[in-house]
């Protein structure tokens, strides 16, 4: 079990940046491959970031186009967004998740827990 808890979101204008961060509790941080995930209103679910359990290996959603930067610290039970050119579609609610699987998955349904959000608003 871990519980999964999201900061750093907030108002921002276009262009600008922000750093999420998603603190994690119990002590087998290292054991999850770790994601981003976003969802605007009326929108499903979008995949924005995973990485791996090490932190050697990332992925990136298509719309990312090298603006993000997801990492992680293990010693620190902690997981980074760090998003910069944000644009205004990107506004939505961000969450962490954590995925048991052995291999780093995009896919939300195969994450095992959630975060509870949240919310990244950019103005134009």
């Known amino acids: 079990q871990v519980q999964l808890v999201e900061s750093g979101g907030g108002s921002v204008q276009a262009r600008g940046s922000l750093r999420l961060s998603c603190a994690a509790s119990?002590?087998?941080?290292?054991?999850?491959?770790m994601g981003w995930f976003r969802q605007a209103p009326g929108q499903e679910r979008e995949f924005v970031a995973a990485?791996?359990?090490?932190?050697?290996?990332?992925y990136y959603g298509n719309f990312v186009k090298g603006r993000f930067t997801i990492c992680r610290d293990n010693a620190k039970n902690t997981v980074y967004l760090q998003m910069n050119s944000l644009k205004p579609e990107d506004t939505a609610v961000y969450y962490c998740?954590?995925?048991?699987?052995?291999?780093?998955?995009?896919?939300?349904?195969?994450?095992?827990?959630w975060g509870k959000g949240t919310l990244v608003t950019v103005s134009s």
């Open positions: 998740a954590a995925s048991t699987a052995p291999a780093v998955t995009m896919s939300g349904s195969r994450m095992s827990y």
């Open positions: 119990g002590r087998t941080f290292s054991s999850y491959a």
């Open positions: 990485i791996s359990r090490s932190g050697g290996s990332t």
